[in-house]
């Protein structure tokens, strides 16, 4: 039973979820839900969505299971999703599919076009670029899953505690908070790592640096409206101390937006990953890194197009399947949207 | 048991409580009527701790407070929001919603705890894993007073616990209130815009306007109509214009 | 405008009205099978949350969610089939022939408009008029629905207004085109006890003054049987009983007497209060 969007479906609503409790306080038992189907898998099925758990586990796994119902009906989420696995699988399975060493140069055999040897043709120093992207993939998307795991905590946590706290520390957290939002990203992550030196770790840190300042100004403002809500003042009302309140009972009332919120990112994370390996800044030159890859091979883009295309396309499936997945997440999970 | 001297509340230049005074004794219910900024609520989230810019005097249990609460304070009051779908953390079962409270608190026995108090409150053991959108507005607010009772606490306070509920519904929470009340020698602050309803419940009421008590009187004046302020008189006469219809 | 009624026939008829919601877990059905015609006069709609008494009032302004299943004998406001109708006609019934006053003005109210500007628009959707006339005529009406300051209150945002006054506000708007029906859903419920008794005075009397036809949803059964000529009970999506308001201490049915028994009285002590025993015979369809 999905949550209700208005008043009208909650009266609507309300009904079936109510059928095996008390009658008491259930008005509306009229419409029953009909009986489910009797087969192989429904018995596991009832058992997630079942509207009286017998154990902690239970209720948990039944609600993933009915946001997860709820993400299947939407089918360019479920695309999204579905890019997103193949590319997981493809360059996770990278040593059984590559057909060559990604770091094997072949001098002879130069800008080749795309042939039974080489599916996807060689790049200008010969090396092959199917191999290539495959494990240019560990790369590129290592990079964004660093950042986010750097990102996210971080400007949660910020955002929380400032939002929660209010007075002295929200200032002081947020005016912390601009200063970074006030650089250009690229020009600040360029800085970062012109003073760090180029590599995969500082752009890493780079592009964390500059990433976290919205996700605090998503977490703070959520906050905001959660504070004021009952449920956190019966927390407060527990005797529960500042540091439990945030971390048990706002913080992840926040986490859903967030988690949408970097599902969206994801894409200018890459983005913004593949430009500074582009300029140079990023992983270095042997390392297969797509942003890299396009860089090198911009020099012959007119004559030999698939050297760069192909880790542009690479590029593009990526960022637009995260982009696709987030829309399908914030439909599930962001309680604003019911 | 709760005295309450010169209270005052201004929310920068809102001045919402201008000297607020009353005492309730130990195992009494007191009512607090007004209509919507009268400022009753306020009286109720500053004894609760939730409102801090307050000035005067608040003592539970003969100990003065300040404006913070300690846990022992939380262990001794409790209360009881108005609306129950707003009440109950959106994310978390009745079963964690309940344990909440015993984890802050240091109680070890809140696999007995949870079961007893749900019976106490009359919700099904199958309540107990479902999510607070499983449950009907009745229903929710059964937890919420379990929540509220489940660490002992000899204070309940009750902001309007039943006007966000069907008045079906509404009876059977007010006949708990009851029953809580006698059966744990409860004492209660219920604040209410229903003159009704505080008449069940409470033995004796003051009724506030903009701010401050104009008149304090017994259960027994209250449905005689022997009330002396013309705003006391204004709203025992709108509510029984409508009983008598 | 469509074709003139025919004499003696009532400006709504709805028989045998069903809603249902379909959800992952299965069909919940909201609405059971509701008759009732509704002429010049006032009734009222009672039950408790999820009786389906709004859905109902929804559906005779075609305002359900895109997901609801509507289905009917007879849906018809005037000579108007709403199964049947337009979206171009609905938007004609909807804030033309029929007003709806919403629970709680806050939410109803565009925030960033005032309330002149709110009430200038409703007019100008449905008639022909220059921005002084519009403004004139918005005046009048502020003034219809007793506002004693309408110059203050129509340069007002909704925010700057009380809850009474929006209410008002919304009130003066659902009039701007002249409606033949006005549907108010739960409309003093946000409001405190004085201003309720105010407000629905007001929507009674502007009812009987214009002589247009009145749907009074709510879950107050003595607040509406007050105000109604009839009062209809619903529970679970049926209609348990239909009666005109006068006779209400004389229901008959079983539920109408449960929700009049459990109301805590001010006159009278009661040591414990009576509480509603449900009937599962009450969920049996009726015909």
Known sequence: MSDPASPIADAATATAALEPIAPDAVPEAAGAPPPPQEGAASGRRAWLLTEAPASRAQAAWGRRYQAWLAFRRNPLAMAGLGVILVMLLLILLAPVLATHDPGIQELGNRLAAPSAAHLLGTDELGRDVWSRLLYGGRITLGMVLAVVLLVAPIGLLVGCVAGYAGGLWDRLLMRVTDVFLAFPRLILALAFVAAMGPGVESAVIAIALTAWPPYARLARAETLTIRRTDYVAAARMTGASPARVVLRHVLPMCLPSLVVRVTLDMSSIILTAAGLGFLGLGAQPPLPEWGTMIATARRFILEQWWVAVMPGIAIFSASLAFNLLGDGLRDVLDPKQR | ?245 | MSAPLLAGEPLVAVRNLHVDFPSATGVTQAVRGVSFAIGREKLGIVGESGSGKSVTGRALMGLLPGSARVRADVLRFGTTDILHASEREMRGLRGGRIGLILQDPKYSLNPVMTAGAQIAEALRAHTRLGRREARDAALALLESVQIRDPRRVHDAYPHELSGGMGQRVMIAMMLAPNPELLIADEPTSALDASVQAEILRLIEELVDSRGMALMLISHDLPLVSRFCDRVAVMYAGQVMEELPAADLHRATHAYTRGLLECLPSLTQKRERLATLKRDPAWLAPRT
């Not at chain 2, 409150?121 to 507005?137: I, T």
């Open chain 2, 1 to 245: 048991m709760i005295d309450i001297g010169n209270l005052d509340v201004r929310f920068g230049a809102n001045h919402v409580l201008r000297g607020v005074s009353f005492r309730v004794a130990p195992g009494e219910t007191f009512g607090l009527v007004g209509e919507s900024g009268s400022g009753k609520s306020t009286v109720l989230r500053a004894v609760a701790g939730l409102v801090t810019e307050w000035t005067g005097r608040i003592a539970v249990d003969g100990k003065p407070l300040g404006q913070k609460r300690d846990r022992a304070f939380y262990r001794l009051v409790q209360m009881v929001f108005q609306d129950p779908y707003g009440s109950l953390h959106p994310r978390q079962t009745v079963d964690r919603i309940l344990s909440e409270p015993l984890a802050v608190h240091g109680f070890t026995d809140a696999d007995a705890r949870i079961p007893r108090a749900l019976e106490e409150v009359a919700l099904p053991r199958a309540a107990r894993f479902r999510y607070p959108h499983q449950l009907s507005g009745g229903q929710r607010q059964r937890v919420a007073i379990a929540r509220a009772l489940i660490a002992d606490p000899r204070v309940l306070l009750l902001d309007e616990p039943t006007s966000a509920l069907d008045v079906s519904v509404q009876a059977e929470v007010l006949n708990l209130l009851a029953d809580l009340r006698a059966a744990r020698g409860l004492t209660c602050i219920l604040v209410s815009h229903n003159l009704a309803v505080v008449a069940h419940l409470c033995g004796r009421l003051a009724v506030m306007q903009g701010g401050r008590i104009v008149e304090e009187l017994d259960e027994a004046s209250l449905r005689a109509g022997r009330a002396a302020h013309p705003h006391t008189r204004d709203l025992i006469r709108l509510s029984r214009d409508l009983e008598e219809a």
